[in-house]
């Protein structure tokens, strides 16, 4: 007993002399800046404006978890296929870039709680005759590589075992080829479609139907190792809600209505 009380008091004095282990969000607070992966091709969620100043939904989520920090925000813009690797180089501290909470993406990077929920629609251009998501089959299709949209339609292209489907870099690109003639259709977020088709900037597109696609629930994401930073900005997400602000923005960047529901029934609330 005696060996056993006089080890424990070693090591507990041991542990009390090693110097605290600064984490991601300490490093933040410290340096100042929060440096934010966005996506800024994806309107309503992140584009620029007239004075090419980064503007959209998430871009306000980033200023206002950066002001919730007491830090200032810095927009790092980065494609869909860039949000990982600027985290994984340090490039950023976090991504709010509408990052699908995968399985797999979940092996790399640590996910917060789901801070907004798309569902999904699909356009066409015009002079192809669509009616239904189904008509899709045989046509040429495409979508920004690596995402959700992406993943789903390659696999109904497979599954359906003809047409074609082109994996694209960003979301301008997919839109920009669908307008040119280069593909008959894309699916998107509802979102997203609607932005595009009433901005103009994409001539000659519709919107014909929506995908059968369950909920995409999107989540904040930073190192996996970040356990302290993905506990914050959980409540953070949980504080967005709770205070309306997540209303507020929604009213802001996509209109009236209630804003989808961020829980799913029977596993968390």
């Given amino acids: 007993m005696k060996t056993t009380l006089f080890t424990a008091g070693v090591l507990a ?25 966005v996506v800024l091709d994806f ?69 917060s709680i789901p801070y907004y929920a798309f569902e999904n629609a699909v356009v066409a251009r015009e ?38 489907f082109r994996p694209y870099q960003n979301q301008a690109d997919v839109f920009l080829a669908l307008s040119q003639g280069q593909l008959d259709a894309t699916v998107a977020t509802v979102e997203v479609s609607e932005a595009n088709v009433k901005s103009g900037n994409f001539p000659g597109i519709k919107i014909v139907d929506k995908a059968p696609m369950v909920p995409d629930y999107v989540a904040l994401i930073t190192l996996r190792e970040e356990y302290g930073l993905i506990n914050y900005m959980n409540l953070f997400i949980n504080q967005q809600v709770r205070t309306g602000r997540y209303a507020e923005l929604y009213k802001k960047w996509v209109g009236e209505g209630a804003p989808a529901d961020l829980t799913v029934q029977g596993v968390y609330r």
């Fill in 13 to 37: 004095a041991a542990a009390l002399a090693l110097p605290a282990q600064a984490d991601k969000l300490d490093d933040i607070i410290a340096s100042g800046t929060l440096r934010c992966a």
């Fill in 127 to 164: 002079g192809i005759e669509m009616a239904t998501w189904e008509d899709m089959k045989g046509k040429v299709v495409g979508a920004t590589a690596g995402t959700y949209e992406a993943i789903w339609l390659e696999g109904k292209v497979k599954e359906w075992g003809e047409g074609e």
């Fill in 43 to 111: 309107p309503p969620m992140g584009s620029r404006d007239a004075n090419n100043t980064p503007i959209g939904f998430d871009v306000d989520y980033c200023n206002d978890l950066a002001t919730a920090l007491g830090v200032t925000a810095e927009i790092v813009e980065t494609t869909f296929p860039e949000r990982i690797p600027a985290l994984m180089s340090g490039s950023v501290d976090i991504a709010v870039a509408s990052t699908s909470d995968t399985l797999e993406r979940a092996k790399t990077v640590g996910f």
